[in-house]
């Protein structure tokens, strides 16, 4: 079992840049592939960003490629999301989640754990 705790969330200016970080406990971080989403105020959860057990995979949804990076490190059992370019529509609560199947996924049933997230506000 896993847990997550989400950080570096907060209010910021549209256009402007975020680092969200996401720390796993326990000592099985790199079986797990990674991944994080969003909800917004009456919306369902959505996919974000996924990334594979060594790293080497990664997925991103159309809405947020090229502004959002996923990354991780497993020697400090943390996953990250750096978002750039923020847009008032970025704003939501993101969740880290662990999965343990073998190939990336972006659907939140493939996900067994899941953080508390962290809100994200982008004003205009």
């Known amino acids: 079992q896993v847990q997550l705790v989400e950080s570096g969330g907060g209010l910021v200016q549209a256009g402007g840049s975020l680092r969200l970080s996401c720390a796993a406990s326990?000592?099985?971080?790199?079986?797990?592939?990674m991944g994080w989403f969003r909800q917004a105020p009456g919306k369902e959860r959505e996919f974000v960003a996924a990334?594979?057990?060594?790293?080497?995979?990664?997925l991103y949804a159309d809405s947020v490629k090229g502004r959002f990076t996923i990354s991780r490190d497993n020697a400090k059992n943390t996953v990250y999301l750096q978002i750039n370019s923020l847009k008032p529509e970025d704003t939501a609560v993101y969740y880290c989640?662990?999965?343990?199947?073998?190939?990336?996924?972006?659907?939140?049933?493939?996900?067994?754990?899941w953080g508390q997230g962290t809100q994200v506000t982008v004003s205009s």
């Open positions: 989640a662990a999965s343990v199947a073998i190939v990336v996924r972006t659907t939140t049933s493939r996900y067994d754990y």
């Open positions: 326990g000592r099985t971080f790199s079986s797990y592939a």
């Open positions: 990334i594979s057990q060594g790293g080497a995979t990664t």
